[in-house]
């Protein structure tokens, strides 16, 4: 079959059609970033704790002078297991929009094959052949913009799960230093508990010599041997936590519990706290905190979904195309008289479904306020995370310097009181009290130590962890480069007032 100058016509009319109706407005809300008002500054700063524009290093951790630190996180960031699901999510999502973004695209099929007619469906009373061989298309038009809204919720939660894994990473590389911090803390108290009672060994020799020699009566012996069986007792519980924190950080590096004992028993290098800690402004949490990102992502989509729902109540147009070749004699099948072709628009409409189409909407339109509830959540959740980690900070360093001078006070009486009960000047009783004082003043003074370093931790994980100061505005950390090369830094729709 020939194309005639009318046929030419009508494919220019559908055409034109087409393109008339894809001028058309897309339907629902257009996104508009949430405006959230953040505080000028922290409450909780001194003089310690600098506000700065310029960002920390995106690898926090080196702040405390580690190699081992260094070492485990970069192996956690490879092998941790939450780290490997998030990732499955990010591939996920990136299929999810890949479905999304092709249900406008042109389809098509092809089909050959051969048929029989019946006696009775024949003009001649007898039985028919008939060869067949078409092709057929359909283009689905997005007039209202149901698929370009179906896109943007699909982009928009394909970055809501990068910034998902980035706050694994985030709460990963705080575990691994909170649990590395405790075994070294651990450790130090082990040593210091075990100088402690070979100190208290020597006092119960010395005693039970000057008992024998009638010195000393037996309550003074039994009062220095107890006071060496409770510092003994402490020991269980000082070891036992040292075997967790090992078996816990085997974990988070996706080992066996027991694999890193020997790695891990070795004496550390001693930790450093940086004399201040770079922070930035309440109006940066807006950026640097992955999981305000994506719950601003989450929102950006939820609002995109609304859409998505309010372009079924309009009708939906396709543009349908036939070519194929048909003849009751296979001999004939590929000549100019076996052609045939169709092409026209379908339009369709939902005609008793308005109802529970509005009702979709309804839920829609509620998930979206779910999702800014959410934002505005864990914007002040955010907020609340940085002031408690830096008042704890702030205080842990005066309690620190409290226990110093109480360390220092107490060597020089337990020096005064072993000097005076010697010299017989003085009773066993202030050489127990002031052992008993320097060795919970140490003590405590150990795990003031271990809590100024976790307070540390606290708060780099509250203000986003690995960020990147402003020369490097525009890459990816470090830690994120194996996974995630084509990520922005910083999402669409932060406006922080």
Known sequence: MKITCRHTAS?????????????????????????????????????????????????????FHDQLLDD?????????????KAEARIREARAQRIIAAATSSLGGAANAGTARRSENSS???????????????????????????????????????HEDLRDVLVSLQAEVASN????????????????????????????????LMGLDNELDLLQAKTQLSLTRATLPAIERSIKQAMHQLAILLGQAPASLISRLSTKGQGLKVPGEIPINLPSE?????????????????????????????????????????????????????????????????????QGKIRAVIEIRNARRDQALAEYEGSVLN???????????FSQE??????????????????T???????????????????????????DQLTVSEQRLHLSLVAIFKALGGGWQNEAKANTVPPAEQRTLPDIQNTPPGINPT
Request: proline residues 3%.
């Open 397 to 414: 360093q005066k309690t620190l310097h409290i226990l110093e001078e109480a360390v220092i006070s107490g060597e020089k009486a337990v």
């Open 123 to 161: 003009s001649n009373g007898g039985t028919q052949d008939l060869f067949q061989i078409g092709f057929d298309a359909r283009w689905e038009l997005d007039i209202f913009g149901g698929v370009q809204r179906a896109t943007e919720s699909a982009d928009a939660s394909l970055a809501a799960t």
């Open 285 to 353: 949490l807006l950026r640097q905190r992955p999981d305000i990102r994506a719950a601003e992502r989450r929102l950006a989509a939820a609002t995109a979904d609304i859409g998505v729902a309010t372009a079924d109540l309009f009708p939906k147009f396709s543009l349908n195309g036939l070519l194929g070749l048909q003849s009751v004699s296979l001999s004939d099948l590929i000549s100019s008289g076996s052609r045939y072709w169709s092409i026209g628009p379908t339009i369709s409409l939902s005609l008793f479904d």
């Open 72 to 84: 485990l996180e970069a192996e956690a960031i490879a092998a941790n297991y939450n780290v490997k």
């Open 180 to 211: 590395y911090l405790n075994l070294r803390g651990s450790q130090k108290r082990l040593a210091a508990t075990r100088n402690t009672i070979a100190s208290q060994e020597k006092t119960v020799t010395l005693v039970q010599g000057r008992f």
């Open 382 to 392: 955010a907020l609340s995370e940085v002031e408690t980690a830096l008042v704890t």
């Open 416 to 442: 005064i009181a072993n000097g005076l009960y010697e010299a017989g000047l003085s009773d066993f009783l202030n050489v127990l009290q002031g052992e008993r004082a320097l060795y919970l003043s140490q």
């Open 11 to 63: 494919i220019v009319l559908y055409v034109v059609f087409t393109m008339f109706l894809s001028a058309c407005t897309v339907v629902g809300p257009n996104y508009q970033p949430p405006q959230q008002k953040m505080p000028p500054q922290w409450n909780a700063t001194d003089e310690k704790i600098t506000p700065t524009i310029n960002l920390a290093g995106s690898e926090w951790w080196a702040l």
